[in-house]
Every structure is written in C-alpha cells, then in structure tokens.
C-alpha cells in the first residue's frame, strides 16, 4: 500500500476517535495546540502527515531523520510530493502549494530531534512539533492513533469554515454599482484573521471566467488554477495571482495587492517575472493604489520594458478595474455565483469572510 492508500485508509478512521485510549494526554494536548493554528501552520502540519504516514508504512523508519543526507535518512519532500500534500488537497484539508518543505524552517538538514534548531516561528508549534514525531518515533503502534487525532483536527477546521452562502432572490435587480459597494465592503473590513487578502483575487477570478468565454480577446484562452496565496514567491511557480494561458504559453498575468501601494520595488518584482514567464500583459492592481513618490520611476519602468521586451505592464486600482470589467460582462448574477461558490470552497478563505459576505448579499445585493 502506498502512502496515498495508506492516508486515507487513516482518514476514513478519523472522523470518530472514542476507541483511542493509548494516546498520553500531553501528546494530545501537543497535537491540540498544532490544530489550533492549523491554517497558519500548514507547513508543520504537512510534515508530520507524511511522516507519521511514513512511520506507520515502514516502523522501522527513524521518521525525524527526513533527508537522504542524513545518516540513515529518507526523503520525506518526495512522498509528500508526490503523495501527501496532493492527497490532501483532495480532502480538502490544509496543505501546501507543492510540499511542506518548502517552508524554509522545516527544510534544514537536520534531524527533527527535541534540539532541532530550525526557526519554526510559533515556539508553541514547534514544541508540539518535536514533541508529537518524538513520542511517534519511541511508540510506533501509536502511530496510527495519532494520525487519526492529527486528521481529525484538520477535519474539525474545515467543518468550521464551512457557511452555506445565501443564494441570490433578485437577480434581475443586480447593478455594478451595487456589487462594486459590497465588494468595497467585503474587502476593505478588517478582519481578526487571515485570509481577507485572497477575497479580491477570488473576485477577479470570477470576473475572468465570465470574460474567457465572451470576449474576443481571451478567444482559445483558460484560467490555470489558483494556488495558494500564503506562498511566496520563490515557491509559488507562478507569474502572478491569476494566469490566463493560450495553449501553453502565458498570455496574462494578474498580480493583486489589498493593502499595499504599488511602488517601483513591486515593479521590478514583476519585471523579473516577466522575463521568466513571458506573459503578453502583466496587470498590477492595488485597492491602495499607486506610491505617488515612486510615479516617474515606475513609468520609466514600464517604457523601458516595453522597448526591451513587449509585453505591457498596466497598473491601476482594484476597484475601478473591477467596475470596468464587470461593464464588459453579460451576466452579472453569474459573476455573484461565481464569487460566492470560491468563497464557500476556498479553504484559505474563513468563516468570518463568508459570513460578512452573506451580510453584504442581505444589505445590498437581494
């Protein structure tokens, strides 16, 4: 059986954990505290899937030495690769773009002993961490108790997220005024947690599906697939939050920003992009807008590129974008669908945002 096989196998067992007796109270309190931070500590969370998966595989398997270059060591990124962070992104449960070793303190060449010196940010995860893998390694016929608890965190965090968005009643009463107010709304309140964000990437990405299939201009064109948008630049293998291929070459990029100005460093980010990516467009939109200090820098960037290169880097804010596209589509009930379907099934999106979302549909929208 292999690891993908074997985790759902676990999975399927974690939804009831009333037979587990085994599990010393400090270990669950441990695996406790990693589910309370779960959406911000994917990384960690990854890691210990695949290697306690791993351990339950092969018990013999010391499951801290987690690199081929250590002494004894296998190479946990490739069955996490391979197996576990798409597996779990199946489920629906937190994951990763492509591994959780691709988070910089998880990475390091060291065993993940007690001493482990690697710079996990929240000290409290990182004991949990240690001490979770330690109590795995010393009692490997627990292994599978523990994974069970570890899933069923990550399961209860999903049902959490989880709000029904409430359906349009008046559709034909729908005006791009009105949806631009509730998306302003949407946006701009402050939200106790993370993920406010992705909400006007999910908005563009809605507005894209409906251009992609009415205008000329994106004729033979497809959305790729949004990632996530906590991963950073060196590990996101993208051009921007929002790619629209034709065929296989990338036609447009879209690079969104919620709460900070466009400024000239930004610019040179995208430039770099775009030498990697070649993208015919490259669009930068900031509900904050442009830094009025770096305006003449930027537009000697933007001529400059366009010389050397071609392609057209427009930037502009979020908001009068959005009204503009939303003039150039048929159906704006679509549009709502569309966003409120991302919103209810974006994982990276919490209940909070849905739930304002269903405030703003009730205010403005019915």
């Avoid at 406790?32 to 998966?53: C, D, H, M, P, W």
């Avoid at 004729?219 to 906590?230: F, N, Q, V």
């Amino acid at each position: 059986m292999n690891h993908k096989d074997k985790l759902l196998e676990i999975y399927k067992l974690s939804f009831s954990l009333t037979d587990i007796k085994n599990v010393k109270k400090e270990t669950k309190d441990f695996i406790k505290s990693i589910g309370e931070r779960i959406n911000t500590q994917k990384g960690v969370f990854t890691v210990l899937v695949t290697l306690i998966t791993h351990k339950i595989i092969d018990s013999k398997q010391d499951i801290r030495r987690h690199q081929t270059s250590m002494k004894g060591g296998f190479s946990g990124r490739s069955i996490d690769t391979v197996h576990i962070t798409p597996t779990l992104k199946e489920l629906g449960l937190p994951s990763m773009a492509e591994s959780g070793w691709l988070t910089r303190s998880l990475e390091q060449p060291y065993p993940y002993n007690l001493d482990y010196n690697g710079k996990i940010s929240n000290k409290i995860v990182k004991e949990a961490f240690l001490h979770v893998l330690d109590f795995v390694e010393k009692n490997p016929s627990y292994a599978k108790n523990v994974l069970r608890l570890l899933l069923a965190e990550a399961i209860q965090s999903k049902n959490d997220s989880i709000v029904e968005i409430v359906p349009l009643v008046n559709p034909e009463k729908l005006t791009i005024e009105k949806i631009v107010i509730a998306l302003d709304e949407h946006f701009r309140t402050k939200y106790d947690t993370h993920g406010g964000s992705k909400l006007p990437v999910l908005a563009f990405f809605s507005i894209y599906k409906s251009l992609i299939k009415e205008i000329g201009r994106y004729k033979d064109c497809r959305l790729a697939e949004m990632g996530s948008h906590t991963a950073s630049d060196r590990t996101s293998k993208s051009a921007g939050d929002i790619e629209i291929f034709r065929k296989k070459d990338l036609f447009e990029a879209v690079e969104i920003k919620l709460d900070k100005s466009i400024d000239a460093t930004m610019v040179r980010i995208a430039i770099e992009k775009i030498a990697r990516y070649n993208p015919n467009r490259y669009y930068i939109l900031s509900y904050v807008g442009l830094k009025e200090s770096d305006k003449l820098e930027i537009a000697n960037l933007i001529d400059t590129l366009k010389l050397e290169h071609g392609c057209q880097i427009i930037i502009n804010g979020l908001l009068p974008t959005i009204k503009y596209y939303l003039r150039l589509i048929t159906s704006l009930d679509e549009f709502i669908n569309n966003y409120s379907k991302l919103l209810a099934n974006d994982s990276e999106i919490k209940k909070i945002h849905k739930q304002k979302w269903n405030e703003l549909i009730d205010k403005y929208l019915k």
